[in-house]
T-cell receptor, first 113, second 114 residues
Framework: DVKVTQSSRYLVKRTGEKVFLECVQDMDHENMFWYRQDPGLGLRLIYFSYDVKMKEKGDIPEGYSVSREKKERFSLILESASTNQTSMYLC????????????FGPGTRLTVL | GDSVTQMEGPVTLSEEAFLTINCTYTATGYPSLFWYVQYPGEGLQLLLKATKADDKGSNKGFEATYRKETTSFHLEKGSVQVSDSAVYFCALSDRWGGSEKLVFGKGTKLTVNP
């Protein structure tokens, strides 16, 4: 079974802090994605990565950056957290060139105070 | 651009009732269509999918048929259970249209009462 894990289920940070959200997948997938989920807005794509050291902006990249130094790990970085970044963050992975299915991690609920 | 529209929730049903959650889409290419489910406090799980017109996806008693003529992918279940209470997301992936990402609907919250 594909397994996608995220470093924290719940995280509380203060405004202005630098925040790292980590995602690891164990199925050698090339593609990885970061979404945020907000009530009434569904899921919105922040960034995605086709492969190691490759990244593309999604629909809402402002205030975020990403890092993909190893194939299995995709990090989302909030350089200076703000209260409007309080949200549920979901990571996903997918096999390049294979089926379209994305496999999701359990999510990190981030609260910025 | 590509988009997915699904019925607004919340939906509340009694156990053993029939469920339909409507989903329609717009896409430039030939999308694959998905239903994901999110149980309380968890991430998204793939429920079912269909990759071409007239395909039917099915899983755990849920079904959805890819209807190209009506650009729809409605989710149905004949008899819901309390354990089906969750948020359901319709999504499309339009690789032929040049996009690698999933486009999601806003989700429909289902509550099933005993």
């Amino acid at each position: 079974d594909v397994k996608v894990t995220q470093s924290s289920r719940y995280l509380v940070k203060r405004t202005g802090e630098k925040v790292f959200l980590e995602c690891v997948q164990d199925m050698d997938h090339e593609n990885m994605f970061w979404y945020r989920q907000d009530p009434g807005l569904g899921l919105r794509l922040i960034y995605f990565s086709y492969d190691v050291k490759m990244k593309e902006k999604g629909d809402i990249p402002e205030g975020y950056s990403v890092s993909r130094e190893k194939k299995e790990r995709f990090s989302l970085i909030l350089e200076s957290a703000s209260t409007n970044q309080t949200s549920m963050y979901l990571c996903a992975s997918r096999k390049q060139g294979g089926e379209d299915t994305q496999y999701f991690g359990p999510g990190t609920r981030l609260t910025v105070l | 651009g590509d988009s997915v529209t699904q019925m607004e929730g919340p939906v509340t049903l009694s156990e053993e009732a029939f469920l339909t959650i409507n989903c329609t889409y717009t896409a430039t290419g030939y999308p694959s269509l998905f239903w994901y489910v999110q149980y309380p406090g968890e991430g998204l799980q793939l429920l079912l999918k269909a990759t071409k017109a007239d395909d039917k996806g099915s899983n755990k008693g849920f079904e959805a048929t890819y209807r190209k003529e009506t650009t729809s992918f409605h989710l149905e279940k004949g008899s819901v259970q309390v354990s089906d209470s969750a948020v359901y997301f319709c999504a499309l992936s339009d690789r032929w249209g040049g996009s690698e990402k999933l486009v999601f609907g806003k989700g429909t919250k289902l509550t099933v009462n005993p």
